[in-house]
């Protein structure tokens, strides 16, 4: 976001003849959007991009889509054409954009229920996944000298594959540093007797470099768990061991957010800070990434009075109970605070498609003050004057949207990195307030926190702190801000490292 590039310099890297990015974005909605953002912004400063999802993202975002024929269709035609224009901005700038799409099996069939079968789909992404990927790879990878891997930190083959191929390996991650950070050092926490045994310690963890202090609750929920055997801890431990071979690390996130964190990560391997990885102008994409149906929430925003609605979405990939769900929903109403609600479909189960309380739907509309959706496009509903705060799961793609808009945040984290996203906003940045704790949510408390963010002094305290972390993130992808440099940096390298090749077939 934010990376305005010269169109004709961007066309005529390297006389014609480009390096060749392959990105392989993780098959969850809060990975492909940044990855489908990082991929834009290789193309337009010179990159052909390869971008490789797997035939289940594919189909589920055709089909939210309305498209008819799901083979035929691909994601980066609308940003492809908008760019032989010359129209768009940032990341869509480059005249003749160089992405191709590629599809690949996840090892499961397409109509599988995922969300319902959790273990089953990791499992298949730990097992079954890479060599799918490998066949790929042999087939797009036509100079290796010229070509270069770009694949989530969360894949457990990266480094491995790359190395088989003679390519470099770029790890991007998706989250912030601090997370990277915890995951890499998990043998000082093991160590120590935080992680990995039957009772860990719970002191305060102050011996992971580049992190001051952190308690045993703002763990990562992977690594608060004594039971260390599951699916995910095996893809974790893998992933970081593969982490260790990268030769680059790439991370959605701003070094004024993260100063000591990635100071430290820089002493271990090449570390670039980025973020924010938005879409151009903060606006709807125009790649379509969202693996749902979006409702169209512009006119129902637009009659409500300016900063009056509190926005409430707990993502794309978490799940609630139907108790916490029903207590956030009391408090919501006896907060009076206007909202729209963005209920996923399978946001308690995908067999359980009416998880409200019943009643709920009737007493929001019965005064017009609440709306449910079962999508919508985030940024545009953070970006309208009417939203005041954001009830929010602490996903990182959340959080950097929220701030950009300067929304402050309610945080009710559910699963894996949003316990210590939930740190970072409420004890770091101050940008927020917390809600809940692991579990345990009453209407009561859900109602006093809406009324303080939404009408209290302390709302204005909060409007203030994001304001500031709205004005770091904006400066950063600036010309000369932090982040527009390490993006210049990393286009230097790849280029210097991978620019003598000949392009691809």
Not at 110 to 120: A, P
Not at 237 to 257: I, M, Q, S
Not at 430 to 450: C, M, S, Y
Not at 453 to 480: C, D, F, I, S, Y
Request: net charge negative; charged share 20%.
């Amino acid at each position: 976001m934010g990376e305005e590039v010269d169109a004709t310099a961007a066309a005529a890297a390297d006389g014609g003849s480009k390096p060749h990015a392959v990105v392989v974005t993780y098959p969850l909605q809060g990975h492909v959007n940044p990855a489908v953002h990082l991929a834009l912004r290789l193309a337009a400063r010179g990159f052909a991009v390869t971008f490789v999802s797997t035939e289940s993202v594919h189909e589920q975002t055709a089909r939210a889509l309305g498209v008819a024929d799901p083979s035929g269709y691909d994601v980066f035609a609308a940003a492809r054409a908008t760019a032989a224009k010359g129209g768009g901005g940032g990341e869509t700038v480059a005249a003749a954009m160089d992405v191709r799409y590629e599809v690949v099996s996840d090892g499961l069939p397409v109509g599988f229920d995922r969300s319902l079968n959790h273990d089953d789909f990791m499992g298949s992404l730990l097992h079954a996944f890479g060599a799918h990927v490998e066949a790929l790879l042999c087939r797009v990878v036509v100079d290796a000298a010229a070509t270069f891997l770009v694949a989530d930190t969360f894949f457990v083959w990266p480094a491995t594959l790359s190395k088989k191929l003679g390519i470099p390996y770029v790890s991007f991650w998706t989250e912030p540093a601090l997370i990277f950070n915890l995951y890499y050092h998990i043998n000082l926490l093991t160590e120590h007797g935080h992680f990995r045994c039957n009772e860990p310690r719970k002191d305060t963890i102050t011996y992971v470099p580049g992190v001051e202090a952190i308690e045993p609750g703002e763990l990562m929920s992977y690594l608060q768990d004594t039971d260390t055997t599951t699916v995910v801890h095996r893809i974790i431990f893998r992933a970081f061991e593969e982490a260790r071979g990268a030769d680059y690390v790439v991370c959605n996130t701003v070094e004024e957010l993260e100063p000591s964190t990635i100071a430290a990560l820089r002493r271990e391997r090449p570390f670039y800070a980025v973020g924010p990885i938005l879409p151009a102008g903060f606006a709807r994409s125009a790649v379509a990434t969202s693996m749902w149906a979006e409702s169209d929430c512009s006119r129902w925003l637009a009659a409500q009075p300016p900063r009056s609605v509190l926005y409430v979405s707990f993502g794309s990939y978490a799940h609630v109970t139907r108790r916490e769900l029903h207590e956030i929903a009391r408090g919501v109403l006896a907060s009076g605070a206007r909202f729209l609600w963005v209920m996923r479909p399978d946001i308690v189960s995908s067999d359980d498609p009416d998880p409200l309380p019943d009643g709920f739907a009737a007493a929001a509309a019965a005064d017009g003050r609440g709306v449910v959706v079962p999508w919508c496009c985030q940024v545009e509903v953070l970006a309208h004057p009417a939203v005041a705060a954001f009830l929010t799961h602490c996903g990182w793609n959340s959080i950097l949207e929220s701030a950009w808009a300067g929304v402050p945040m309610l945080c009710f984290p559910l699963l894996t990195d949003q316990f210590t996203n939930r740190r970072l906003v409420v004890r770091e940045w101050r940008a927020g307030v917390a809600v809940g704790d692991r579990g345990a949510v009453d209407a009561g408390e859900v109602r006093a926190k809406i009324e303080g963010v939404m009408r209290g002094e302390e709302g204005e305290v909060l409007r203030e702190q994001v304001g500031k972390m709205r004005a770091t993130l904006h400066a950063a992808v600036a010309p000369g801000g932090s982040s527009r440099r390490g993006f210049d940096e990393l286009v230097d390298e790849l280029k210097r490292r991978c620019g003598g090749g000949g392009g691809r077939h």
